[in-house]
């Protein structure tokens, strides 16, 4: 019963669809469409028109072509970009400009600084000896007075007092020696290696050779010219 039922299901649904083909007014109408009161309408395919199930092309990229002539290098001022010249080996540096700042008094070199620390060694035949910085201005004598501003002096000892109060002057650069008799009563003398014997006038500024003594009255003494410090 339930597989005849179901052929007659079937039977009347395609005698209903079927029954469009027998449409009088052409409009395929089936017995459930004049039922409902429904028509089915066909549209025509226009020729520019697009399926919609159909998937529209995607357009192709535009592709710019280059050119085949080739780029010139870029081109650099060598001036520009050069970099400053360093300067050349051995080529003496500027020294900058020492100052001074205001109310400060510069400082000067000592006059043992001038002659790289050289001092002066006076020995007399008595053992007395007296020793100074180079360059000096020294005053020889019994009780001798300072002339100049700087001027050093030596008291030479003289029981016998024949030796004048301000009896010889001594100055020395450094390198070269001068004496000058200070107009003493019994006179200086210069002698050499080989025993001669010089006699200075008074006033008269006369070169000391190395090696060679001074006499002041009954006194001798020789110059030594040191490096360093006292000894």
Do not use: C, Y
């Amino acid at each position: 019963m339930v597989v005849l039922g179901g052929l007659v299901l079937v039977a009347g649904a395609w005698v209903v669809v079927a029954s469009a083909a027998f449409d009088r007014s052409g409009r395929r109408r089936s017995w459930a469409d004049r039922a409902a009161g429904t028509v089915l309408l066909a549209v025509p395919r226009t020729k520019g028109g697009t399926d919609a199930d159909t998937p529209r092309a995607l357009a192709e990229p535009t592709v710019h072509a280059r050119s085949a002539t080739p780029r010139e290098p870029l081109r650099v001022d060598a001036s520009a970009a050069a970099l400053p010249d360093a300067p050349a080996w051995g080529e003496p540096l500027v020294a900058l400009e020492s100052r001074t700042v205001a109310g400060e008094r510069p400082v000067a070199p000592s006059a043992v600084a001038s002659v790289g620390g050289a001092q002066l060694l006076v020995i007399f035949d008595t053992g007395q000896r007296a020793q100074f910085a180079l360059p000096a201005a020294v005053l020889f004598g019994r009780a001798p007075v300072a002339e100049q501003p700087g001027d050093v002096v030596v008291a030479v000892d003289d029981p016998d007092r024949l030796i004048s109060k301000t009896h010889l002057r001594l100055e020395h650069d450094g390198d070269t020696a001068w004496v000058i008799d200070a107009g003493s009563t019994n006179g200086s003398e210069l002698i050499d290696d080989d025993g001669t014997v010089h006699v200075l006038r008074p006033g008269s500024r006369t070169l000391l050779e190395d090696g060679t003594r001074v006499r002041l009255g009954e006194r001798i003494f020789t110059l030594s010219r040191l490096i360093g410090g006292p000894v």
